[in-house]
Nanobody, 124 residues
Framework: QVQLVQSGGGLVQAGDSLRLSCTFSGRAFSPAVMGWFRQAPGKEREYVAAMKSSGTTYSAESVKGRFTISRDNAKNTIYLQMNNLKPEDTAIYYC??????????????????WGQGTQVTVNS
């Protein structure tokens, strides 16, 4: 059984930094693509950043230059480093992963496995 367990998040001030973690487990689980998404109240789930198993990374225009996705293979963990946070970054953040990838890293429905979500609140 594959599980994604998130940690991090919290309440910060504008301009602060946070790092989210997502540790995955499951026998022989090797994700081909991993991503971070967020969902603000009353809005649809929004793509934030993604990484393919090759190490290629992608990020949404709204966070480019501020957020960085990375991974630690030895710990089966991916991270989302968030710098210079803004009030509009307030949302529940989710990590996601899938063992197969054929395109569309920014589309939530291509991901089979999801973390439990973690709240990030940025005050102005």
């Amino acid at each position: 059984q594959v599980q994604l367990v998130q940690s991090g998040g919290g309440l910060v001030q504008a301009g602060d930094s946070l790092r989210l973690s997502c540790t995955f487990s499951g026998r022989a689980f090797s994700p081909a693509v991993m991503g971070w998404f967020r969902q603000a109240p009353g809005k649809e789930r929004e793509y934030v950043a993604a990484m393919k198993s090759s190490g290629t990374t992608y990020s949404a225009e709204s966070v480019k230059g501020r957020f960085t996705i990375s991974r630690d293979n030895a710990k089966n963990t991916i991270y989302l480093q968030m710098n210079n946070l803004k009030p509009e970054d307030t949302a529940i953040y989710y990590c996601a992963a899938d063992p197969y990838y054929s395109g569309g890293y920014y589309i939530p429905r291509i991901y089979t496995y999801w973390g439990q979500g973690t709240q990030v609140t940025v005050n102005s």
